[in-house]
């Protein structure tokens, strides 16, 4: 896929930026293909715990903490860019940034969606405290996951190519 001139032009001009909550994130390398495809930058997020190197991303290392990388990504979004999360609770607060957030498997977070996945997590979390659920964790990722992803993001900036 080519990337036109004018696709790069219009992200430059509105200066959109795509962040990554860097901590456990499987899909940073189809998130810098789909920015460089549209003439992005990228801002990885992480914590003193993990080390992430990048060729063609800005790694910002934050203090280790909890939710450290996550206030360092509200800080630094502003209204239009993109955020890739699969915290919930962050992409809630990018919302009200009025940025958008997408999570890991393609599927983009919105004001309809948050306040039902925030009372999922809220039960979940009850119910591991109760002890009386003993939860499996989550299947093995597949690579299609990852390409799912990638073209899912392509579209959406894609698509706010054409809404200007």
């Not at 032009?9 to 509105?14: A, D, I, L, R, Y």
């Not at 934050?62 to 990388?69: E, I, S």
């Not at 591991?128 to 899912?152: T, V």
Request: charged fraction near 25%.
């Amino acid at each position: 896929m080519k990337l036109q001139a004018p696709a790069c032009s219009f992200f430059m001009e509105t200066g959109m930026e795509i962040f990554i909550d860097g901590d456990g994130c499987p899909v940073i390398e189809e998130t810098e293909r789909a920015a460089a495809l549209y003439g992005l930058k990228v801002v990885i997020f992480c914590d003193t715990s993990h080390l992430i190197h990048s060729e063609t991303s800005r790694v910002m290392v934050v203090d280790k903490g909890r939710d450290a990388a996550d206030w360092a990504i509200i800080s630094a979004a502003h209204p239009g860019d993109v955020v890739i999360t699969q915290d919930y609770g962050l992409a809630s607060l990018v919302l009200s940034r009025r940025a958008y957030a997408f999570h890991q498997d393609g599927w983009q977070y919105t004001e309809e969606n948050i306040a039902g996945l925030l009372q999922q997590r809220y039960e979940a979390g009850k119910a591991r405290r109760s002890a009386k659920h003993h939860w499996k964790g989550p299947a093995k990722r597949e690579r299609k996951q990852n390409e799912i992803f990638f073209q899912r993001l392509c579209y959406f900036l894609a698509e706010r190519i054409q809404d200007k």
